[in-house]
């Protein structure tokens, strides 16, 4: 059975930094990406990591340049390195896994599982 473990959101201060974790326990999948949710906003994806290649996607300009996603084949585990986040950055923070995304690695519904969500906050 397929779960996507997320960890180590949690209240940070503006500037500061976070490494979210997603581990797999499961098979491995040809995409992970995180996607966040704010109150009263839609989901919206943040970056992404095709496991074979480790080619890096990002969101165009609220987190690139920021954010690093990578991955660790060792351990089956996908990480987001959050840098100089801002409070506009708090969001709960979702891990998703897909088989076949194709270029649309931005869109949630092409994932095949997600985890349960892990919350962050940028205090100012």
């Known amino acids: 059975q397929v779960q996507l473990v997320e960890s180590g959101g949690g209240l940070v201060q503006a500037g500061g930094s976070l490494r979210l974790s997603c581990a797999d326990s499961?098979?491995?999948?040809?995409?992970y990406a995180w996607f966040r949710q704010a109150p009263g906003k839609e989901r919206e994806f943040v970056a992404a990591?095709?496991?074979?290649?480790?080619?890096?996607?990002y969101a165009d300009s609220s987190v690139k340049g920021r954010f690093t996603i990578s991955r660790d084949k060792a351990v089956n585990t996908v990480y987001l390195q959050m840098n100089s986040v801002k409070p506009e950055d708090t969001a709960v923070y979702y891990c998703?896994?897909?088989?076949?995304?194709?270029?649309?690695?931005?869109?949630?519904?092409?994932?095949?599982?997600w985890g349960q969500g892990t919350q962050v906050t940028v205090s100012s």
């Open positions: 998703a896994a897909g088989f076949n995304t194709g270029l649309f690695y931005t869109t949630p519904r092409r994932y095949d599982y």
């Open positions: 499961g098979r491995t999948f040809s995409t």
């Open positions: 990591i095709i496991w074979s290649t480790d080619s890096r996607y």
